[in-house]
Structures are given as structure tokens and as C-alpha cells.
């Protein structure tokens, strides 16, 4: 059984699902389900297997990203520990990547949030950690601009590139250097990211 602080954190970001699943049934269902004495990983994904598509708030976001943006790399765990994970990839994976109105992935959130755990089950679950928003900023780079030195390791872990640009030609380290992060700069140079590239447009807004 889940403690109660994990319970609540569960049943908080799904409350965002709630206002605009009124036209879905299913994601009704969870929250009714979220609502029990006990939250059933397990039965939640089985329900998605069962046919259903990933629903979607108001923000483009779906469970994953929510997920992310709690910081319940449980729910995501017991996902990947279940024998339906394997039949079901592909749609696990689409649903992965999505880019919400926001324009972050789930894992750029968790990026954000400063969650290493979080990253390690998406990637575990199918996420590619170097999709970038148009702008080309990735989630190495987002983790650098918040000082996340861990999620930078659990990144280069996962796959991601340290020396991805954005499309003005900034790195993670450039924006790292910019903002004085001397941990996330140690960091990134130990997980192989090159010199700063001083020759770079104006930073624009991540978030």
C-alpha cells in the first residue's frame, strides 16, 4: 500500500484531468478509483490497455505529463513492471513524447520540477530525452537552466545529448555558465558537454 503522502500526490495531479474529463468516461473512472482507500497503479494502466486512448486536460497534457509535473515516478515503476507494457509500446511511447500546449514533454517537466527519478522511468517506458520544442530546447537544456546537476547525470543516462543546441546555437552549458550554475557546469563537463559557445542570440523564455 502506498503511504498517504504518495496517495496524495497521485490524487493531485490527476485533478487536473478532472475538469476536462467530463466527456470521457474513463478518466472518471480513475479519479473515482484515485478516490479509494488505496491507488491501484496497476488497474489504472490496465484500463488504458484495454483499448483506450491517453485523454488529454485542457493544456494537451496527458497522464504522463501530470505524472512528471507530481513527481510519482511510482505510478510510472509500476507501469513498466507489468507484463501488458510489452504489447503495448508503441501507443506507451506516442503517448511519451507529447508536446503540450505548454510546449514541454513530460519529460521536460520533470526536467523543470528537478525529478531524476521520474526521468529514469520515462525513459525505462519509451520517452526520447532529446525531443526538443520548436525553439530546439531540450530537457538537458531546461535541466540547466534550473540547476538540476542530478537530472543532467540521469539525462546523459538516459540517452540525452549534453551538447544538443538550441536553434540559436545555446547549449545546456551555455545557459549553465550564463546563469552561474557552477555544480550544473561541473556536471555537464563530467557528462561530456564541449567549451561555452559565446556566439548565441538573445536566450528567449523556457516556461
Known amino acids: 500500500m502506498w503511504s498517504i503522502i504518495a496517495k496524495r ?12 474529463s467530463q466527456k470521457d468516461q474513463m478518466t472518471i473512472e480513475f479519479y ?14 490496465k484500463a488504458l490497455f484495454n483499448g483506450y ?7 494537451g497534457q496527458n ?3 501530470l505524472l512528471a509535473k507530481g513527481g510519482c515516478d511510482q505510478a510510472i515503476k509500476s507501469l513498466i513492471e507489468m507484463p501488458e507494457f510489452l504489447n503495448n509500446k508503441e501507443k506507451i511511447s506516442n503517448a511519451l513524447d507529447v508536446i503540450g500546449i505548454n510546449g514541454l514533454t513530460p ?5 523543470q520540477k528537478g525529478y531524476e527519478k ?19 530546447i531540450t530537457p538537458m537544456y531546461i535541466a540547466a537552466v534550473y540547476d538540476h546537476a542530478k537530472v543532467i547525470a540521469a539525462l546523459k543516462t538516459a540517452g540525452a545529448d549534453p551538447n544538443k543546441a538550441k536553434n540559436d546555437g545555446a547549449t545546456p552549458m551555455c545557459k549553465a555558465a550564463q546563469n552561474g550554475h557552477e555544480k550544473t557546469m561541473t ?21
Open 9 to 20: 500526490r497521485f490524487l493531485s495531479v490527476f485533478e487536473g484531468l478532472k475538469d476536462a
Open 32 to 45: 473515482k478509483m484515485l478516490q479509494g482507500e488505496m491507488v491501484d497503479f496497476q488497474s489504472i494502466w
Open 53 to 59: 486512448e491517453f485523454p488529454k486536460n485542457g493544456d
Open 63 to 65: 497522464v504522463f505529463h
Open 107 to 111: 519529460m521536460m517537466i520533470a526536467s
Open 118 to 136: 521520474v526521468i529514469e522511468g520515462l525513459k525505462a517506458a519509451g520517452a526520447d530525452p532529446n525531443k526538443a520544442k520548436d525553439n530546439g
Open 187 to 207: 556536471t555537464l563537463k563530467e557528462e561530456g558537454a564541449g567549451l561555452v559557445n559565446t556566439m548565441y542570440a538573445a536566450e528567449e523564455k523556457v516556461v
